[in-house]
């Protein structure tokens, strides 16, 4: 059961991390969704960074929309290659339940080539 934890070590906290990313990184983008990436080291894991702004909603809409993206994280974080990710939603109608969010994050991280299980 290891696998499917998610401790601290794997989220993106500090400024600098995420400012990492944003220079050396790609970025890409739906209409729903905004990715960037960065490669990590051999020593480090895949992590994880969430972005979200209060044009997506009230308090409760968005810790919704960061729940629902981490727990797509988290279920499928073995079958990601090591990279620094970022994630910025949108758009909320696009992450209204579980299976749409992770359908959408899994389709952009296909898209970058981050998701191994092609």
């Known amino acids: 059961m290891k696998k499917f934890n998610f401790p601290a070590s794997q989220r993106l906290k500090l ?13 890409l983008m739906t209409t729903d969704i905004t ?11 895949c992590r994880l960074g ?14 919704r929309v960061k729940r629902l993206i981490r ?3 988290r279920l499928n974080k073995h079958l990601l290659a090591d990279f ?3 994630l910025y939603p949108r758009n909320k109608e696009s992450f209204s339940d579980f ?3 992770q359908q959408k994050v899994l389709n952009l991280l296909r898209k970058a ?3 191994k299980n092609d």
């Open 15 to 27: 400024k600098n991390d995420f400012e990492n990313v944003f220079k050396s990184g790609k970025k």
């Open 35 to 45: 990715l960037w990436y960065s490669p990590v080291g051999k020593i480090k894991k």
């Open 50 to 63: 969430i972005i979200v702004s209060k044009r997506l909603g009230q308090a409760v809409e968005r810790n």
């Open 71 to 73: 727990e797509t994280f």
């Open 84 to 86: 620094d990710i970022i």
């Open 99 to 101: 299976r749409n969010t």
């Open 113 to 115: 080539g981050i998701y």
